[in-house]
C-alpha cells in the first residue's frame, strides 16, 4: 500500500504564490519520477509539473516560468512552488509517484486525493 499526504492548497489572490507538498509513504522500494497534474471542472486532467529522481523537470507551457518543483529523496516528498498565479490556475492538483513497491514488486502510477486551488480576487 501507498499513501500520500498532500498539503498546501487553498484561496489566493492572483499574482499571490502558494506551495503544494506532498509526502509518499508505505511499501515503496523505489520512486522513478513524482510530479503534479490538474483537473478543474469539465477538463481533462492535464500534466503541470514532473521530476524525476535524478533532477530532470519537465512543465507544462501554461506554468513555465512561474511554477517551481522540487522533490526531496529521502523523504520521499515532492514540491511545487507557485508564484504569480492567475485565475486559469484554479484547480485540483493531484501529486503523483511512478514507483515500484516492496511486494509485489510492480511498477505503476499512484496519485494522491487531490488538493484545491482557487485564484480569485
Known amino acids: 500500500q501507498v499513501q500520500f499526504v498532500e498539503s498546501g492548497g487553498g484561496l489566493v489572490q492572483p499574482g499571490g504564490s502558494l506551495r503544494l507538498s506532498c509526502a509518499a509513504s508505505?511499501?515503496?522500494?523505489?520512486?522513478?519520477?513524482m510530479g503534479w497534474y490538474r483537473q478543474a471542472p469539465g477538463n481533462q486532467r492535464e500534466l503541470v509539473a514532473t521530476i524525476t529522481r535524478g533532477d530532470s523537470t519537465n512543465y507544462a507551457d501554461s506554468v513555465k516560468g512561474r511554477f517551481t518543483i522540487s522533490r526531496d529523496n529521502a523523504k520521499n516528498t515532492v514540491y511545487l512552488q507557485m508564484n504569480n498565479l492567475k485565475p486559469e490556475d484554479t484547480s485540483v492538483y493531484y501529486c503523483?509517484?511512478?514507483?515500484?513497491?516492496?511486494?509485489?514488486?510492480?511498477?505503476?502510477?499512484?496519485w494522491g486525493q487531490g488538493t484545491q486551488v482557487n485564484v480569485s480576487s
Open positions: 508505505g511499501s515503496i522500494f523505489s520512486i522513478y519520477a
Open positions: 503523483y509517484a511512478d514507483l515500484t513497491t516492496n511486494w509485489p514488486a510492480v511498477r505503476r502510477d499512484y
